[in-house]
Nanobody, 126 residues
Framework: QVQLEESGGGLVQAGGSLRLSCAAS????????MAWFRQAPGKEREFVAQ????????YYGDSVKGRFTISRDNAKNTVYLQMNSLKPEDTAVYYCAARTRGPPLRVASSGQYDYWGQGTQVTVSS
């Protein structure tokens, strides 16, 4: 099975940028479709973005579309989330998740992902 570890979280002012990284170990990353989710205090876990195992297809939640970009480098076993134009409502713990590659193409349900990292805190101040 694959182990996931997120990094890159922190405190940033509104309008700023952060890049999160998710490093995979144990299995080659190219076996997995990858996603980012987030969870704010008192709220349900929310889908942020997904990228197909090959990197040729991405999918975003409506609240981050146009501001966030998911990418991956299978040679480095790492997935990234570039977050621009951050807003206070983006404050949450961000989780990296993996599911064995395959259909359907777009999967936004957290229950469909088998492996999770421990999360990294992102705080956006107003």
């Amino acid at each position: 099975q694959v182990q996931l570890e997120e990094s890159g979280g922190g405190l940033v002012q509104a309008g700023g940028s952060l890049r999160l990284s998710c490093a995979a170990s144990g299995r080659t990353l190219s076996m997995y479709d990858m996603a980012w989710f987030r969870q704010a205090p008192g709220k349900e876990r929310e889908f942020v973005a997904q990228i197909r195992w090959s990197g040729d297809s991405t999918y975003y939640g409506d609240s981050v579309k146009g501001r966030f970009t998911i990418s991956r480098d299978n040679a480095k076993n790492t997935v990234y989330l570039q977050m621009n134009s951050l807003k206070p409502e983006d404050t949450a713990v961000y989780y990296c998740a993996a599911r064995t590659r395959g259909p359907p193409l777009r999967v936004a349900s957290s229950g469909q992902y088998d492996y999770w990292g421990q999360g990294t805190q992102v705080t956006v101040s107003s």
